[in-house]
Structures are given as structure tokens and as C-alpha cells.
């Protein structure tokens, strides 16, 4: 079993929907959570940065944080077409030091139509 | 620009070749990490550099792998005698404080 599950997908909603995407994990010393958004053949781009449980909210994004169900979501309002992209969840266990290093959800593509 | 750089982004290479990957960090970021990226799945992590001290490798990187960070600055990924099976995107990421890594856009490798 993988330390952090997410949905594949594809998910597909139409234009102005919100939506909702989620990751859980196995790791209960994770403290750092992150979703970032990936286009096709490019790098992922950080979105939303939170620390334990709690919400967190920037723009069209809100970034939410359950560690006791071990949960994390990104909830997307008035979604748009340029929403369309691959989203991944990553969480550490620590700011600095070896305990650093990411570990990733394997993606959730989104389709956002017309 | 201040954001992280990768060279190549592409490189195709015949199997049992040496290939050399080069990350620009974002100026004054003293962590660099690296990743690997496959087809459907989420990056895996490869390194990882405070400065120029490497501190940790994944199991993933075998002896074929080897990394540097010179003076703490750039970084190179060298993978010697390519399989076919090291076909993947590799990312790097920097981060200075509250672990906010950032990655650039990566270097694609085909291994024929």
C-alpha cells in the first residue's frame, strides 16, 4: 500500500462547477501538506503550502486538512478550462533535514469543459 | 528569470549510454532536491543537497546514479550505462524556508 492514495481520475466537470480533490495517507507524522498543479510534459507548480489540520484559502482555491481521518482536500471554485491539468497532493514530515523530502500522490487528472 | 532552470528539458539517448542533467536552483535557495517522474505517477524522490553536502538518497538511485552540488550552487544527475527502464522525466526543486520546494521543468529521457 502506497503512504499517500489519490484518485487517478480522469475527472471530467463542466465550466463554473466546483470541484473537489482529495488525497489520504498512511504516514500519521506527515505535518506539511501541498497541492501542486502539473500540465503536460511541464514541472508541477506549487498551489496551496498548509500545516497541520486546518483550512486554507487563496483565490478560487481552498486547501483542507484532516489529520485525525487522515485527509487532505483542494476544493477548485468556478472552475476553468485553464483548470484542466494533472493535480498532485504532497505532504513531509519536516521543514528542513532529511525528513524534507516529498512524498506524492500519484495525480488527479482534471478535464474542466466548456 | 528566477525560477528553477533544467538542461536538457529533452535528451535521447541509446541504452548502455552516459547522460548528464544540469539544475540552476532559484538564487540563494540552499536545499536542492531531485526527482523522478514516470508515466501516471507522482514524482519520487531521488536526493537531496543542503548547500553542497548531499544528505540523503533514495533507494531508487542505484550505482548507476550519481549527483553533485559544487560549491552549493547548481547541480548535476549523471546516469551511466542507461536502461531502457530509466526512461522518466527528472525533476529538480529548491526550497529555502517552510519547505516550499519549487520545481523546474524538468528533463525528459527517452533510453532507446
Known amino acids: 500500500q502506497k503512504e499517500v492514495e489519490q484518485d487517478p481520475g480522469p475527472l471530467s466537470v463542466p465550466e463554473g462547477a466546483i470541484v473537489s480533490l482529495n488525497c489520504t495517507y498512511s504516514?500519521?507524522?506527515?505535518?506539511?501538506f501541498m497541492w501542486y498543479r502539473q500540465y503536460s510534459r511541464k514541472g508541477p507548480e506549487l498551489l496551496m503550502y498548509?500545516?497541520?489540520?486546518g483550512n486554507k484559502e487563496d483565490g478560487r482555491f481552498t486547501a483542507q486538512v484532516d489529520k485525525s481521518s487522515k485527509y487532505i482536500s483542494l476544493f477548485i471554485r468556478d472552475s476553468q478550462p485553464s483548470d484542466s491539468a494533472t493535480y498532485l497532493c504532497?505532504?513531509?514530515?519536516?521543514?528542513?533535514?532529511?525528513?524534507?523530502?516529498?512524498?506524492f500522490g500519484t495525480g488527479t487528472r482534471l478535464q474542466v469543459t466548456l | 528569470d528566477t525560477g528553477v532552470s533544467q538542461d536538457p528539458r529533452h535528451k535521447i539517448t541509446k541504452r548502455g549510454q552516459n547522460v548528464t542533467f544540469r539544475c540552476d536552483p532559484i538564487?540563494?535557495?540552499?536545499?536542492l532536491y531531485w526527482y523522478r517522474q514516470t508515466l501516471g505517477q507522482g514524482p519520487e524522490f531521488l536526493t537531496y543537497?543542503?548547500?553542497?553536502?548531499?544528505?540523503?538518497k533514495s533507494r531508487l538511485l542505484s550505482d548507476r546514479f550519481s549527483a553533485e552540488r559544487p560549491k552549493g550552487s547548481f547541480s548535476t544527475l549523471e546516469i551511466q550505462r542507461t536502461e531502457q527502464g530509466d526512461s522518466a522525466m527528472y525533476l529538480c526543486?529548491?526550497?529555502?524556508?517552510?519547505?516550499?520546494?519549487?520545481f523546474g521543468p524538468g528533463t525528459r529521457l527517452t533510453v532507446l
Open positions: 538564487s540563494e535557495h540552499n536545499r
Open positions: 504532497a505532504m513531509t514530515r519536516e521543514k528542513t533535514g532529511t525528513a524534507s523530502k516529498l512524498t
Open positions: 543537497f543542503q548547500n553542497e553536502a548531499q544528505l540523503e
Open positions: 498548509t500545516y497541520s489540520s
Open positions: 504516514n500519521s507524522a506527515f505535518q506539511y
Open positions: 526543486a529548491s526550497s529555502l524556508l517552510h519547505n516550499e520546494q519549487f
